[in-house]
């Protein structure tokens, strides 16, 4: 398959790599659309440490499953999905806790450092667990459905911001 390598910081290429194998409880998704993180931007530059080249980058994307693992249900062939970037265990005491992101062992989708590496959507194909799929609508684009993540993080920043300029006012207004 094609995929765009960041082979060293600020360069990219594009090079023909191998498809990663399915795993019994992954899918492989043919990438529809993917888009750009700050965290890519960052990543590129080698300011984070957080994209070790060689890398294949990218987590905020969307696609159809070309082919279910072994031990997959819910899903099929042809599905139009989208997934966190987050991969967590299903195990650990966080995740049972609803708090993937601090789960024990956890990899980010299109990151590589010295913990780990996981290349992510800048490809024509990216393997996935099963576990952090979410359907997509008919009626939304994969274009959309790759913003998912980068809106709910504002959506949640815009709440948190609200909250404290709330609590702010009721706090500090006069009587």
Known sequence: M????????NKFEIQEVPITATQPDEVLVKVKAVGICG???????????RRIPPVIMGHEASGIIEKTGASVTGWQVGDRVTFDSTIYRLDDWYSRKGLYNLSDNRMVLGVSCNEFKRDGAFAEYITVPQHILYKIPDNVSFEYAAMVEPIGVALHAINLTQISVNDTAVVGAPE
């Not at 094609?2 to 910081?9: Q, S």
């Not at 965290?39 to 440490?49: E, K, L």
Request: a negative charge; aromatic letters at 6%; charged letters at 20%.
């Open 2 to 9: 094609k995929a765009l390598v960041l082979t060293e910081y």
């Open 39 to 49: 965290s890519d931007v960052h990543g590129m530059d080698g300011s984070t440490g």
